[in-house]
């Protein structure tokens, strides 16, 4: 008899932590959900042109090959050469922008280009990316023309992009994808298909 007490009470000692640690955690799984939800009203611009370069090469490896040009590059544009920043990005105004990152093929005879603008907190980013849609000239290249361009703000940043429609559908995809693994709010796209 007390042989089976003995081991009575040592099945339930070596139970008892089993049984309370499935219950330790009192807390809801609504309650336990929002701590592990990031908060993204706080990333609101991209920290410098290296941090935008690195979102669109992520971006890029995501993209099938037979999408993109042959031959990308991004760089930082020099804010100070208004006749290069009219060219590619229609704008002759830069209040509110810090930087302005462009991303095309090497090659003048694809119609392909990106653009990213690093806005401070005196832009009206919303106003910033409308008249970047509004302004850009879809035929800058010298024989061709891009078919479609789209838009969305990345926080108070916006990122542009236009070249052939499955391009830009797939790039643009590619780009909210690792904005919001970032951490980025991403607003609706605006997009416009371009007569050629």
Known sequence: MKK??????LTVSLLM??????GADNRNSDEV???????????????NAAAVKELMDAAYAKVTQDMLPAALDTN?????????VTYNTGLNDLTGIDNIILSESM???????AV????????????TRDKLMDSVDPAKWICTSAEKQAAVLIGKDVFF?????DTVDAV?????????????????????????
């Open 17 to 22: 932590p089993v049984m309370t640690g499935c």
């Open 107 to 113: 090659m003048n005879a694809v119609a392909y280009s």
């Open 172 to 196: 643009m995809s590619a780009v909210i994808e690792e904005a919001k693994s970032r951490n980025f709010s991403v607003s609706e796209t605006v997009e416009r298909v371009n007569e050629i």
């Open 116 to 127: 990213y603008l690093i806005t401070n907190d005196e832009a009206d980013a919303s106003a």
């Open 76 to 84: 930082e544009m020099d804010t100070a050469d208004m006749d290069a």
């Open 33 to 47: 959900q929002k701590e592990t939800v990031k908060d993204v009203s706080e990333m609101v611009h991209m920290e």
């Open 161 to 165: 992009v236009m070249g052939r429609s």
């Open 4 to 9: 089976k007490i003995l081991i009575t009470m």
